[in-house]
């Protein structure tokens, strides 16, 4: 039983085994199909499925009256079956009665226009009816199903912010003015705040405030950047009325929902501090073949969003999707590589989207783990051998991923620097160079957590900023302080910009963080599309596209690497300043893959830890551990073998072998390899296979 605190109260996920399984869709079949079903999920080893989560139609065809007939069937036999049940309040899309009877509940996009019902999540998040309705559906499941021996959990709704995750609509403009006073107090905080002195904005009264519609020129950033915040919390609000009802009802069941991996548009932070587990739906492309790299840093956030606690793998696909231009099928093979490398990054379960492929809909040409041709399909009978293989895995549930770097997300950073018009390029983005410089780090061997960018960092050596543009004293100061105690910090270009209501901090950036990493940005420096400067770095010429910064550096700053073309030739690039017993260093340019491969082997080594020479974004290793063994996931992502080097003997839990030396993984290899927990974590290297 996997058991998660909120407080002093302990919430469990009411299952006992890692959870195999997906979404189940049974209105859409014959109760004859449901039989089949279940005898199919229980020789594939599936242990939790989830439902009902598009059903609130089937479950309310009109106004008040239920029929949970259907349902109660369903349930009872996949609890006489074995199987658990993570049960969806199916608030997660409106029935098109209520749409109807209250058009005034559905969303508006930017331009002003109302979204009409015909697909999905056809509400606006802050429509007092849509509340109303959601809370009133939520209290009547619970109230029924509260106490059915198969729940292991609750799903409230589904994929937040998916299709709709802001509104431009009447309503939530009356609602954002509310948010904005609570956050300003007054006009006067407000337009302070907003810096309306600038092309003559100032508000004087609060129904002269819209959502932030398209205008006849660049709009207020701060503006912009409130109604990003604001947005995440109004859903955040929708979500925190169905956790209310649930605990109400049933105050010891676990609440989650299922998140989109690293999503732009809500402040996931904030979400998981709300619920009881972490739940996470992943679609990794397999057009990119470098998908998994980014899938590991997905992953990385999930365990950070609970403290590193396991988290679960709700939806995934058996092969192609239906929602890309392309959808591509999966190979043979990586299925398996695919999910293990979840449950490697601390995910306690694999689960699809969906069990049985639709025969209609927008998603009948989705994947699932039953294809159109059932028992004969290719995902059958690959996902059947990894639900098996699963079993042997059991030690590893529960425990936890060991790591010793990070690296911060900052949803405020986010934002600013992707929603804002006004910034010197728009090339550089904070999830483009958190995907970079998690890609370095992880080519060099190591598994990297999320942090939140106050941390705590105590159990890191390294701390990674790839950009923090956003940035107020405290967080400042937490930074500061891990570098006193002996961490390093590295800090990467158009960091330390802006106070939180988009102010430049006085001297310019890097604001307050200037005196740790003494070095003053004199000037940003964005470099036009088509052109490549240069950086000199340890003997090496790396490329540097889009980004340069023209900075200063104080006398006690050691150069590590400085700028070999262009205006900025001979200039610092790359910084390095001793700080109590820390370092923090100063990236100032955006670069290539190996160009940032190159820097952090520097960085990395400096700070003690180990890093590749052979390095191979196909190789991966990450250890999950309790407090007696180390579990070491060897995944190769690629066709082609790669050999890992093994610091000491184990046994492999796939296998059942005694392991020692090389180990040689052929296409989409796995090994799983158990030892005693060393004082070191485990670091393995390459060698040629």
Not at 425 to 453: E, F, I, K, M
Request: aromatic share 10%; charged share 25%.
């Amino acid at each position: 039983m996997t058991q998660h605190r909120d407080g002093d109260r302990i919430r469990s996920v009411r299952i006992d085994a890692l959870a195999f399984g997906g979404d189940y869709n049974p209105d859409q079949w014959s109760e004859d199909v449901w039989r089949e079903d279940i005898r199919l999920m229980q020789e594939s080893g599936v242990t939790m499925v989830s439902l009902p989560i598009f059903s609130w139609p089937q479950l309310e065809p009109e106004p008040g009256v239920y029929d949970w007939g259907w349902l109660d069937r369903i349930l009872d036999l996949l609890h006489d079956a074995g199987i658990r049940i993570d049960l969806a309040t199916a608030t997660a899309t409106p029935p098109s009665w209520l749409l109807r009877a209250h058009p005034e509940m559905a969303p508006w996009d930017s331009d002003g226009h109302r979204l009409e019902f015909g697909s999905r999540q056809t509400y606006c998040p802050s429509s007092p009816i849509w509340r109303e309705n959601v809370a009133r559906m939520t209290r009547a499941i619970a109230e029924r199903y509260g106490e059915h021996p198969g729940l292991a959990m609750w799903h409230i709704s589904n994929e937040y912010g998916d299709h709709v995750s802001r509104c431009w609509c009447p309503e939530s403009a009356r609602h954002f003015r509310r948010w904005l006073k609570d956050r300003y107090g007054d006009l006067d905080g407000l337009n302070e705040a907003w810096g309306v002195n600038v092309w003559g904005q100032r508000y004087t009264s609060w129904e002269h405030i819209e959502t932030p519609k398209k205008a006849p020129g660049p709009v207020n950033p701060t503006k912009l950047l409130d109604f990003e915040r604001f947005s995440s919390d109004a859903m955040l609000e929708l979500f925190q009325i169905e956790i209310d009802v649930l605990r109400e009802i049933t105050p010891d069941i676990a609440v989650t929902t299922n998140f989109m991996s690293m999503f732009r548009d809500l402040d996931y932070w904030r979400f998981a501090e709300r619920e009881d587990v972490v739940t996470d739906d992943a679609y990794p492309d397999p057009m990119d073949p470098t998908s998994h790299v980014g899938a590991a840093l997905n992953y990385g956030l999930m365990r950070a969003l609970k403290d590193g606690r396991p988290w679960l793998l709700l939806e995934s696909s058996a092969s192609a999707t239906s929602w890309r231009d392309i959808n591509v099928p999966k190979a043979p093979g990586k299925i398996r590589v695919e999910s293990l490398q979840a449950v490697a990054h601390g995910s306690d379960a694999v689960m699809f989207f969906q069990w049985r492929q639709a025969k209609y809909g927008q998603e009948k040409f989705h994947s699932s783990m039953l294809g159109h041709r059932g028992e004969r399909s290719r995902s059958f009978q690959e996902t059947k051998a990894l639900g098996l293989e699963l079993k042997r895995l059991e030690p590893v549930r529960g425990t936890r991923v060991r790591s010793r770097v990070a690296l911060v997300v900052d949803w405020d950073s986010w934002w600013g620097s992707s929603a804002l018009e006004s910034l010197p390029s728009q090339r550089l983005q904070w999830a483009q160079q958190a995907r970079a410089w998690h890609r370095a780090l992880y080519t060099l061997g190591h598994p990297v957590d999320a942090v939140r960018v106050t941390g705590p960092f105590d159990a890191y050596d390294v701390v990674a900023v790839p950009n923090l543009y956003v940035l107020e004293e405290p967080q400042a100061a937490a930074l500061r302080a891990f570098v006193a105690r002996g961490g390093t910090l590295v800090v990467g270009p158009f960091s330390g910009v802006v106070d939180a209501t988009e102010k430049v901090h006085d001297g310019g950036a890097p604001g307050p963080l200037r005196d740790v990493l003494g070095v003053e940005v004199d000037e940003q420096w964005p470099i036009a599309d088509g052109l490549v400067e240069r950086l000199a770095y340890a003997g090496e010429q790396l490329d540097v596209p889009h980004w340069s910064e023209w900075i200063e550096a104080a006398a006690d700053v050691e150069i590590r690497g400085a700028y070999a073309s262009g205006v900025l030739a001979g200039r610092p690039a790359v910084t390095r300043r001793a700080h109590g017993e820390g370092s923090a260093w100063y990236v100032s340019a955006m670069l290539e893959p190996e160009g940032l491969v190159a820097v952090f082997r520097d960085i990395v080594r400096t700070a003690g830890l180990p890093a590749r020479d052979d390095v191979s974004v196909d190789a991966e290793a990450v250890t999950r551990a309790d407090a007696s063994t180390d579990y070491t996931f060897l995944l190769n992502h690629a066709a082609d073998p790669v050999a890992f080097t093994l610091p000491v003997p184990g046994r492999d839990l796939l296998t059942g072998s005694e392991v020692a030396g090389t180990v040689t993984l052929g296409a989409y290899g796995v090994a799983v390899v158990a030892a005693p927990r060393s004082a070191e974590i485990p670091f393995l290297a390459l060698t040629t296979p």
